[in-house]
């Protein structure tokens, strides 16, 4: 057999990737041994749980097993808990052409008409199959209306449907979306996890590889079945040796990101080529959440060598440079999906770190307590954390802020007044109970909450509560006037107008 990894190329629907060819079709083939061991206790049971939601990174197998569970409910001939793979419902899930079986994309149908269609699409029995099955990809990219309206299906689903989220940020779904299914948490793949999937490709294939060559594939994939199987596909049909040395030599020039040279320029603050090295990385196609995620995985390797745990340590710094370079890349991380370009929040954290623009703890401590002093007479209305109540000056100056953010939460807070305010928390006096709904919705609630702490410079807590309206004075005529009547026309034009 030829030395090469190409010694047999793929005959059989090489028109497909590998690994689209491999994908699992069973249980006993899911490389997560976790969610393979789950997923059989739930099957044996012989109870499938209307409502599934799997958790966990991209590229980690959670449609497979979605698709796996989708064949289980509908095969015709189950083979104990596997599907047999060969009747018409598995053949054409397996090919993705059954009507049965459904896949959404919920970053394309996120809002609450495509929940609305949905729902009265499962009303509807199954065309041929035993049981319709959603598949909800990307399920924290529905909106919050879009949820709620999903939800009441999951509380009261027909017999006949069954529903698989899937999702990579399950803290983004509501709580009572998550209480209404099982959840299934994939976790990174281990390295020989990694492995098993690679050997299975190598086999099927009758590649000629070693251990150390696949071992090095699966080191370089960071935890993701699909991208250790992307890099095997690359390597060989470029018609690479699948040998050790030649496969480190190989991923080493084609790699678009070299965590370890990217580090040296920051102990040496050689900003102009670490961001060099971050643009020649985004044109080479890879992404910052990608770039952050290796860059932070290295800072923590080393972070915890610093205080005992492993050996991951970075020469030229130390503790304290390493919790500080933790801090910079998290924000950038943290700013990146509202980032108009996908490089700055990177490039930004580079910058503050070579020209030294980051402060300490105890910087940051000492920066706030003198946040908070007095000035003069005008910033102590702003600074001093002392004051025991929101005179209607701060007030004011707080509805002039939150104006030109959002003018509909400026518009209800104007059927609104502090109550009280302890020095962390703000109560305010809400006129009607539909303003103070809206106030405490997550949006206009946030908005309020960091305008206030701007103002008065600390973290402040917003709680609503009904209070009765200002007495108003007799008018003359029964004519709208410039006074509260019209203030209050103007306040519903504006929420239902904007």
């Known amino acids: 057999m030829s030395k090469t990894a190409n010694s047999k190329q793929p005959t059989v629907n090489s028109q497909k990737t590998l690994y689209l060819k491999y994908r699992s079709q069973t249980l006993d083939e899911l490389d997560s041994e976790s969610v393979r061991e789950t997923l059989k206790k739930i099957v044996s049971s012989g109870k499938i749980p209307h409502a599934f ?14 698709r796996i569970l989708a064949k289980i409910v509908n095969c015709e001939h189950l083979q104990g808990s596997e599907p047999c793979n060969k009747c018409d419902q598995c053949v054409s899930i397996t090919k993705g052409n059954n009507i049965d079986v459904i896949e959404l994309d919920a970053a394309s149908n996120r809002g609450i008409d ?46 006949h449907v069954v529903f698989i989220l899937a ?94 040279n990217f580090l040296s320029l920051l102990v040496k603050k050689d900003t ?4 060099e090295e971050v643009e020649k990385a985004f044109t080479y196609g890879l992404s910052m959440e990608g770039l952050i995620e290796m860059i932070l995985g290295a800072v923590r390797g080393a972070l915890l060598a610093a205080v005992g745990i492993g050996n991951e340590k970075l020469e030229g710094l130390d503790k304290s440079d ?43 401590v000492n920066l706030q307590a003198s946040e908070v002093k007095p000035q003069n007479q005008s910033s102590d209305l702003k600074h001093q954390s002392s004051f025991k109540e929101v005179t209607d000056e701060v007030w004011r100056e707080i509805l002039i802020k939150v104006r030109p953010k959002n003018a509909s939460t400026e518009a209800l807070l104007r059927a609104a007044k502090p109550v009280s305010y302890d020095g962390t928390t703000l109560t305010l006096g809400v006129y009607y109970r539909f303003h103070k709904e809206r106030l405490e919705e997550n949006f206009h609630k946030r908005l309020l909450e960091d305008v206030v702490a ?41 929420i239902f107008g904007n």
């Not at 065309?127 to 299906?153: C, F, G, Q």
């Not at 102009?272 to 961001?275: F, Q, T, V």
């Not at 700013?335 to 070579?354: C, M, R, S, T, Y």
């Open 167 to 260: 999702t990579t940020n399950p803290e983004k779904l509501i709580e009572t979306v998550k209480s209404r299914t099982t959840f299934i948490r994939f976790e990174k793949a281990k390295n020989e996890e990694v492995l098993r999937a690679l050997e299975r490709v190598v086999k099927g294939e009758k590649f000629d590889a070693d251990k150390g060559a696949l071992e090095a594939i699966s080191k370089s994939a960071r935890w993701s079945f699909r991208d250790a199987i992307k890099t095997l596909e690359q390597i060989t049909s470029q018609k690479v040796a699948l040998k050790k040395e030649i496969i480190e030599e190989f991923l080493f020039k084609t790699r678009s990101f070299d965590t370890d």
């Open 454 to 494: 701007e103002t008065v410079g600390r973290k402040v807590s917003v709680v609503c509560t009904l209070t009765e309206p200002p007495v108003r004075k007799v008018q003359p005529s029964t004519v709208l006037t410039e006074g509260e009547d019209k203030d209050i026309i103007k306040v519903a034009e504006e």
């Open 322 to 364: 390493l919790i500080t370079l933790a801090r910079l890349f998290s924000e950038a991380n943290g700013e990146l999906k509202d980032a108009v370009i996908e490089q700055l929040p990177v490039e930004v954290a580079i910058i503050k770190w070579g020209e030294g623009d980051v402060k300490t703890e105890s910087e940051e």
């Open 53 to 66: 939601l799997f958790a966990g990174p991209k590229g980690i197998g959670k449609t497979s097993a979605a």
């Open 272 to 275: 102009k080529n670490a961001l």
């Open 114 to 159: 495509d929940i609305r269609s949905l729902r009265e699409a499962v009303k509807l029995s199954p065309a041929k199959a035993k049981k319709k099955v959603y598949i909800v990809d990307e399920a924290h990219m529905l909106t919050t209306e879009a949820s709620n309206a999903l939800l009441k299906t999951l509380e009261e689903p027909p017999g």
